[in-house]
Structure formats: structure tokens, C-alpha cells
């Protein structure tokens, strides 16, 4: 996998958006977006069909991709075996078929195994730099943060002019509430790459954690300036979440409405995007409409602070049961 394609990978699953009203419902709406709305788009599902014409290392990662995808983990783990133990694989396939099974591992919550086959993987001669940052983002999803940050800043020693692993650094100090020096680590990155889309929209995440609404503003307007077209329109709904966002804060509210707007054309069960375009609609004057939105909002998520803000300041016998 190139640099370019594992930043955006990355970006998709451990991605942290820095876009709601205060830092405890910033986390809460963060996880909504990855559990729901990112999951939420329909897509076709991943064809494993073995050929006669796949060697034998095609078949066999076929077959393991199959069985992750049903949930039969052990299996999998079992097949990536069968293809490390084979002893004729390159460095680079056996790398890749370890750090598959790591995956799988840690679908197993088998973890101590899961970090044994990222520490073989580079441990294979010669040294894939990458790897450092594979197993830091391994050990950001384990919470083990000054770990993470000794890989990245390790690889990048390596490799100085790849801005994945400021990325990574940013990331971990994302996770530590440490949003300054997160920008500090993204604006690195854009020193040492400056055409990577990821790396303005998570300063641009940063910087609304941080209030810096303008700031955040400018990252956000060049990720799409950047990035358009997208290859998939969930790509777009990353960042004109944020972007909405700040210009919510920013008090262009009818901007903020067509950011939310193209939101929901991609994923129209989006409750932040309801939410806060309820918002921008009730400092427009337009009550209806806004309670619309924040009905819209809590009948998706009923935990939504902003929506629920929302209706008891303008209908509260809207409100779900248990909210004074």
C-alpha cells in the first residue's frame, strides 16, 4: 500500500473531527459520525471469489478476506498463517500478510499477539519504515499514546521528508485533548507535503477544537479545493461537516447551511449535520424549519446536545422522554 493510499485509509478509520459546541459533545459527535454515518453509506459488497486463473498467495488472501468479512476471525488468522509459514513469500507479502493478521488479532482481542506480529514485521530485513507507523496507529487504538508517539517520530527520523508520520504525531495528540500541539505536528506534515488533503482537514479539526474558526476555515477550503473530485462522496461529507461547522461560529449561517446541506445529499441520516443546520436556521429567524431539523436530529440520535439545546429553547413538548 502507497503512503498516499494508507493516509487516507487512516484517515477513514482512526480520523478525529473537531467540529460541535464543547469538547465532551466535540468526542460524542465524533464517534457518531464513524459509527453511523461513515457505515451508513451504501455500497456494494466485496467480491472474494477465488479464479482458476489466482496462484496460490491469491486464493489464500482471498479466502482470509472472506472469512474477516463473516466474522470468522480465527480463520482468517489460520490462512494468513498458512501464507507467512510458506517461506516463499517476498518481504514485502510477508510483511503485508503479518500485519494482516495483526488485524485479525485484534478483531480477536488478542492483542498481545496482535503487537507480536507488528514488532516481526519489523523485524524483517530490510526495515520497511512504514511499519513504524503502522504499529503507532496500533497503539493509538490501544491508548498507548507515548508509544504511538516514539514510532512516528522514529520513522520519521527514517524517512524525513514524509509527512505521514507528523500525521500520525497529530493524531496521537488529538487523542491526548492536546490540540495545539496537534496543529503543530499537521502544519509539519503540510511542510513536508503540501498536496495531501488529510492534512488540512484534521488541522482544520484541530483548529475548530481550538475556536480558531477562521483558521479552521482556510484548512477546510483548501482540503476540497484539494480533493475535489472525490472517489467517494463521503470524502466531500468529512469536510463539509467541519466546514459548516466553523462557519456556524463564524456567523455565515446561510454558508453553513449549504455545507450541511451537501451533508446530508451523501448521508441523509446525519444527526450533527441536522443538528447544527437547525441552528444556523434558528439564527436566521426561520423557527419552523429549525425545529424541523432538531426533530429531525433527535428522532436519529436522541442524545444530540445541540438539537436537544434547540427544542427546549423553541418547542421543549418536542423533547424526547427524560430531557426537563
Given amino acids: 500500500m502507497t503512503r498516499r493510499r ?3 485509509l487512516a484517515s477513514v478509520v482512526a480520523i478525529v473531527l473537531a467540529i460541535t459546541l464543547t469538547p465532551f459533545a466535540f468526542d460524542y459527535a465524533v464517534g457518531a459520525w464513524t459509527r453511523h454515518q461513515i457505515l451508513g453509506i451504501a455500497k456494494e459488497p466485496p467480491n472474494y471469489e477465488v479464479l482458476p486463473t489466482d496462484n496460490a498467495l491469491t486464493a489464500l488472501t482471498k479466502r482470509a478476506s472472506q472469512a474477516k468479512h463473516d466474522r470468522d476471525y480465527q480463520r ?3 490462512l494468513y498463517t498458512q501464507g507467512i509459514e510458506d517461506g516463499t513469500s517476498d518481504a ?3 510483511r503485508n500478510l503479518i500485519r494482516q493478521r495483526a488485524f485479525a488479532y485484534e478483531d480477536l482481542h488478542q492483542y498481545d499477539r496482535a503487537e507480536a506480529d507488528y514488532n516481526a514485521a519489523l523485524a524483517i530485513e530490510p526495515l520497511d519504515p512504514d511499519f513504524y507507523a503502522k504499529r503507532g496507529f ?7 499514546y507515548d508509544e504511538a508517539l516514539a514510532d512516528f517520530r522514529k520513522g520519521g527520523e527514517l524517512v524525513p521528508g514524509d509527512g505521514g508520520f507528523p500525521y500520525g504525531e497529530g493524531q496521537t495528540y488529538e487523542k491526548l485533548g492536546q490540540h495545539d500541539k496537534a496543529v503543530e505536528r499537521y502544519t ?3 511542510r513536508r507535503n ?3 488533503t488529510t492534512y488540512y482537514r484534521e488541522r482544520g479539526s484541530a483548529y475548530n477544537y481550538l475556536g480558531k474558526f477562521q ?3 482556510a484548512d477546510y477550503d483548501k482540503a476540497l479545493k484539494l480533493g475535489y473530485p472525490f472517489p467517494f462522496p463521503r470524502e466531500t461529507g468529512y469536510s463539509n461537516l467541519g466546514r459548516g461547522y466553523a462557519l456556524l461560529h463564524l456567523k455565515q449561517y446561510r454558508r453553513a447551511i449549504d455545507d450541511f446541506d451537501a451533508v446530508l445529499k451523501v448521508v441523509p441520516r446525519s444527526s450533527n449535520a441536522l443538528g447544527w443546520r437547525g441552528e ?4 436566521l429567524g426561520n423557527g419552523p424549519q429549525a425545529i424541523a431539523d432538531y426533530k429531525a436530529a433527535v428522532a436519529i440520535d436522541p442524545k444530540n446536545p445541540n438539537a436537544l439545546s434547540g427544542l427546549k429553547q423553541l418547542e421543549p413538548s418536542a423533547l424526547p422522554p427524560g430531557n426537563p
Fill in 215 to 217: 483558521e479552521a476555515l
Fill in 138 to 144: 496500533y497503539f493509538i487504538r490501544r491508548g498507548r
Fill in 194 to 196: 503540501a498536496t495531501v
Fill in 188 to 190: 509539519e506534515a503540510i
Fill in 280 to 283: 444556523a436556521y434558528q439564527w
Fill in 92 to 94: 514485502k507479502t510477508r
Fill in 76 to 78: 482468517a488468522v489460520d
Fill in 6 to 8: 494508507w493516509i487516507v
